[in-house]
């Protein structure tokens, strides 16, 4: 069967021999072809939890809108038109309105992107960088993780988180209060909230018990989010879900949403697993790619081979965690992320907890010869990769496809 990945802007394909193709991980049959605007007017207008915007927001007060960037595939311009509205209706003058582009560890967003972003809401209200207008310290959470979050939310009224509901792998979900941390967060905050991805309840698909989720929530409690709207999307970017209200409530709707369509059963782990982003904008680098390397883990028998497959376009996408990548071993990375949590290297070290159990080829567009100085295999195509993985598995090994890898939980039956 011939099969086409996204990467990048455009694909990859690959021949898999019928034989060896036991599975294609997808999404369950969802119609994409509904009224997006009519699901937000919807979660708007029967919020969860919590009343209507327009009912607890008063004119006067100073409104933070939280939203993601680039790196995330959560739809602003389609859900802003119809939350600006909302707040107007209560009163709220666009010039009392600010966004926020929740960067956590990342790159500030440049003025086109904040305009792609926007849409047609841009020049309407205010938007600045998270990392860009000084930061305020709320005190520290019962772990002890410390709630340092960004002046233009910390100052705001009324604090409102947009995102987009996703398996995470060591958070469990997306979404929720995680726009605001680790979103609006310093790097220090984020590193102590992240050092409890090795804890054995943090992961993919994991609420209930996780310490990294539970720490989340109780910053995003101490920071005053006041009201949510999260969306779940299609493979292709379409909104399927869309959630509002309380940050915890909504949330959780959201995610059993997602469990509905997202999670897939599988029959038995494979021998190699063709995996992938879904293209751009989610496999601009590997630090982002490696969402879907983790979610394959979870495909894959012991010593088996995953192939994953992403543009990663700009290259490692953090500096820590290039550096980790190029210069230290699995096995040491594991053992240092253990005692010293830094941030980037975490990334690297879910990595290499992964090549400790078999290998991992990657197709992308970085430097061969940079990729042969990590832990990784690097190849030119999908197919070169398959043909190369089957070759060292057999005639009969089995395969699973995942074509939305960071969307798509492997859930073995039993």
């Given amino acids: ?43 708007l207008e029967h919020p969860i939890g919590t009343g209507r915007l327009k009912d607890l927001c008063s004119r006067g007060e100073k409104i933070a809108i939280v939203t993601s960037d680039l790196t995330r595939p959560m739809p602003s311009w389609k859900v802003l038109p119809a939350l600006l509205d909302e707040l107007n209706q209560a009163g709220v003058p666009d010039s009392d309105i600010v966004l926020v582009f929740a ?33 305020r310290n709320l005190g520290t959470t019962t772990r002890g993780t410390p709630v340092i979050i960004s002046e233009a939310v910390a100052e705001a009224d009324r604090i409102i988180c947009l995102g987009n509901v996703e398996y995470h792998y060591f958070a469990g979900y997306s979404g929720g209060a995680k726009a605001v941390m680790p979103g609006c967060s310093v790097r220090e905050a984020i590193a102590c909230n992240h050092r409890f991805m090795t804890d054995p309840g943090a992961y993919a698909g994991h609420l209930d018990g996780n310490p990294v989720r539970e720490d989340i929530e109780e910053a995003g409690r101490m920071a005053g989010i006041d009201f949510i709207l999260n969306v779940v999307v299609s493979p292709r970017k379409r909104i399927l879900h869309a959630s509002a209200g309380d940050p915890i409530l909504a949330h959780r709707d959201a995610c059993r949403f997602l469990d509905s369509i997202y999670q897939v059963p599988i029959r038995e782990r494979a021998d190699i697993v063709l995996v992938s982003q879904g293209g751009s904008p989610k496999d601009l680098n590997l630090y982002q790619t490696q969402k879907a390397l ?42 240092e992320i253990q005692e010293h949590f830094i941030l980037g290297g975490h990334k690297a070290a879910a990595i290499a907890q992964q090549v400790l159990k078999g290998e991992i080829d990657l197709v992308s567009e970085m430097d061969p010869a940079i990729v042969r100085e990590t832990c990784l295999i690097p190849y030119a195509s999908v197919q070169e990769a398959l043909d190369h993985a089957l070759n060292e598995k057999g005639p009969d090994a089995s395969v699973i496809v995942m074509p939305y890898g960071g969307s798509t939980l492997p859930v073995l039956k039993g």
Avoid at 110 to 131: D, F, K, L, P
């Fill in 294 to 335: 983790a979610n394959a883990g979870h495909a894959v028998k012991p010593g088996g081979i995953i192939i994953l497959a992403g543009s990663c376009r700009e290259g490692f996408g953090e500096s820590h965690f290039e550096d980790w990548m190029r210069h230290k071993s699995p096995s040491l990375m594991v053992r």
């Fill in 1 to 43: 069967m011939k099969l086409e990945l996204g990467f990048g802007n455009g694909t990859q394909s690959a021949e898999v021999p019928d034989r060896n193709l036991k599975q294609i991980l997808v999404l369950s049959d969802v119609p994409e072809t509904g009224d997006e605007q009519a699901l937000i007017h919807q979660a």
């Fill in 103 to 135: 960067l956590g560890s990342h790159r500030p967003m440049r003025e086109a992107e904040m305009q792609h972003v926007m849409g047609e809401t841009y020049g309407r209200i205010a938007c600045v960088n998270s990392s860009e207008c000084g930061f």
